[in-house]
């Protein structure tokens, strides 16, 4: 099974933001760029793209042949998508393990897993 | 022949579907070629007599329909582990494999990924080969809403990868819970008077117990469910609420109570200390008589430290009111953040009387009286308020 494991970081501070980001104790700050490459290297596992923060998303519609354009991600900015990567496992609760090691399900955010459909 | 045959499906069909679903790593598959088999049954034997072996008779159907239908779909790719099983005939079949697949389908039923909703329908559907319209009437949803549940719940475990499988060692704490507390909240929905539930409920105890004769908790919830079970024809009396020290002890199932006081012990043996045990060690106290009260509040006392839950502690209270600690328990009562619940004032209002407060007593009755919704409840609050005498 693939499964596509969607990073929504919620309140979870991240370098981003780099005021939050510093209040983090730096042992914290540590962990958390250990554990995301230790889960990069995970067998199984394609990390994904990285994104710029949801802020800077426009989200697109067309009403009547028009495009409309508005300004931030489609969902709200805290739900917004923040990453993902692909995760190659033998069933879910391997992916869900996988998801728990995201610091970004331990600091406030939370991580989607949705199977990949394969034809 | 009719009604025994309706025993044998309903007996075999979690069975003869664990076997099917194991073999062919999909439920819905799996469903289909199960009831088509049925189906076949219930056309031959009635005129072929019953075979020597139904269960085996039943798989091996299935499972040449379920071939016949990957055929069918040339999908063979995506099922090849039905295809590494030889040809089998029905003295082949393989009994002891059985008993592990329903424990895999429970687990399976009982994924934490699934909304507890789906686990309770799916495991009385599979393991209880209870009809949709059966669960649907005994949850009050109508036939429809419940066949969807059940067809999204079976489709999410197969898109979804949920493991047919017994949890590793990491994993079997949580998930041993989750399947513990779903067969409790089957219970549940019965005590209330729909019997066929917590019937059914003890039927899934029982399994569990059975495949599972080393776990404590197992054992404990069956003996739980056993024990409060036995007591179902005291507890009401003309349609109103009996207490337990009013309850006419001719009317418990002592053959019942028996059987839950073993599985008790053997719990307890086992090194048993779980939230199902400590239970079950309660209502065994609580059929004493009379009941040792202050052991009962010191088991409270350790079951409100396993669970965190304000209502054992109120039960707690109860307890050591019982053994003639009344103000410590008023004290304990008025420290719970309950005030929405029910019993939190009745059981006020009853320590208040005990201590002549009879006025704030009679408060404590009609808050309660605001908050329940059970008729036979409301009487009952209406009489003990109706017994405080004025001053």
């Known amino acids: 099974m693939k499964y596509m494991l969607m990073i929504h970081q919620g309140t979870a501070p991240t370098p981003r933001d780099p005021e939050e980001w510093a209040k983090l104790p730096e042992e914290e700050q540590n962990a958390v760029y250990a554990d995301y490459q230790a889960i990069n290297e995970t067998p199984g596992v394609s990390p994904g793209l990285q994104l710029q923060p949801a802020e800077t998303a426009t989200t697109v519609r067309v009403q009547d042949g028009r495009t409309l354009t508005t300004d931030g991600p489609f969902v709200a900015v805290k739900e917004a998508l923040g990453g993902y990567l692909l995760f190659e496992a033998d069933d879910l609760d391997a992916a869900i393990e996988l998801a728990a090691r995201i610091p970004a399900a331990r600091l406030g955010g939370a991580i989607e897993v949705r199977p990949i459909a394969e034809w | 022949m009719v009604a025994s045959l309706e025993q044998v499906f309903r007996d075999e069909w979690g069975r003869v579907l664990a076997a099917l679903i194991g073999r062919l790593g999909d439920f819905e598959l799996a469903e289909e070629a199960a009831q088509e088999a049925f189906a076949a049954a219930a056309e031959r034997w009635p005129a072929e007599g019953m075979p020597a072996n139904p269960r085996a008779w039943l798989v091996t159907a299935a499972r040449n329909r379920a071939i016949d239908r990957i055929r069918r779909d040339r999908t063979l ?4 582990r039905l295809l590494d099983v030889p040809e089998a005939g029905e003295e082949r079949m393989p009994e002891m494999t059985i008993p592990v697949e329903r424990l895999e389908l429970l687990f399976t039923c009982c994924h934490p990924a699934l909304a507890l ?4 329908a799916l495991t009385l559907r599979t393991l209880g080969g209870l009809g949709t319209r059966e669960i649907a009437r005994a949850f009050l949803v109508p036939e429809e809403t419940m066949a969807k549940r059940l067809v999204r719940a079976k489709h999410k475990i197969r898109a979804a990868g949920i493991p047919f499988r017994v949890p590793p060692a990491h994993l079997l704490p949580d998930r041993l819970a989750a399947v513990l507390a779903v067969a409790y ?3 549940n929905e019965g005590y209330g008077g729909r019997r066929e539930l917590s019937a059914e409920a003890i039927r899934l105890g029982r399994a569990l117990a059975e495949l599972m004769p080393d776990e404590p908790e ?3 919830l069956l003996a739980l469910m056993l024990m409060n079970d036995a007591r179902r024809d005291a507890r009401f009396a003309a349609g109103e609420v009996v207490l337990l020290r009013d309850q006419d002890r001719s009317l418990w199932d002592l053959e019942q109570l028996g059987e839950g006081r ?3 012990d053997r719990a307890l043996a086992l090194g048993g200390r779980g939230p199902y045990v400590v239970q079950a060690a309660l209502a065994s106290l ?4 009379p009941p040792d009260w202050a052991q009962i509040a ?4 350790e079951l409100g430290r396993l669970t965190g839950s304000p209502v054992v502690e109120l039960n707690r209270a109860v307890a050591l009111a019982e053994a003639g600690e009344v103000e410590p328990a008023l004290a304990l009562v008025e420290r719970l953040d309950l005030d929405r619940y029910h019993y939190l004032h009745a059981t006020r209002g009853e320590l208040l009387r005990r201590l002549d407060r009879t006025a704030e007593a009679r408060a404590a009755y009609r808050r309660a009286l605001q908050l329940v919704h059970s008729d036979a409840e409301r009487r009952h609050l209406e009489r003990r308020l109706a017994e405080l005498r004025p001053r």
């Open chain 2, 117 to 120: 909703d789906a686990q309770v």
């Open chain 2, 298 to 301: 010191a088991l409270y006392g």
């Open chain 2, 185 to 187: 909240l089957i219970y």
């Open chain 2, 77 to 80: 790719r995506a099922k090849v």
């Open chain 2, 262 to 264: 073993a599985l008790l």
């Open chain 2, 286 to 289: 609580h059929a004493d008589d």
């Open chain 2, 218 to 220: 197992a054992l404990g």
